[in-house]
């Protein structure tokens, strides 16, 4: 089971980024799939997860309106789309997935490794 994040860089505030996470060894329309983040000085936040059903994504407060998890089943990946970033969402991203949990839990089981979003102009 892996976990591959990827699509981070350096964006203006104001900017768009997408991070792509792509599973092999199982098909993640089947768990809940997380974003979280860990910032200079701050404390690992779950950013949205999307259970894989019908349900609704969920959303920290700070990132609603801006950021869209969605995935692409055929591809066996998770998005985050990320609008109107802001100086505040720099940070490592990390995806994750849940075997035996849901989204509301942040015990995940299978992690990826990060990638880096820095926001800055």
């Known amino acids: 089971v892996q976990l591959q994040a990827s699509g981070g860089g350096l964006a203006q505030p104001g900017g768009s980024l997408r991070l792509s996470c792509v599973a092999s060894?199982?098909?993640?329309?089947?768990?809940?799939i997380a974003w979280f983040r860990h910032g200079p000085g701050r404390e690992r936040e779950k950013v949205s997860c999307s259970n894989g059903s019908d349900e609704s994504p969920s959303y920290a407060d700070s990132v609603k309106g801006r950021f869209t998890i969605f995935r692409d089943d055929a591809k066996n990946t998770v998005y985050l789309q990320m609008n109107s970033l802001k100086p505040e969402d720099t940070a490592v991203y990390y995806c994750a997935a849940s075997f035996y949990g849901s989204c509301l839990s942040d015990d995940m089981d299978y992690w990826g490794q990060g990638t880096q979003v820095t926001v800055s102009s």
């Open positions: 060894g199982f098909t993640l329309d089947y768990y809940p």
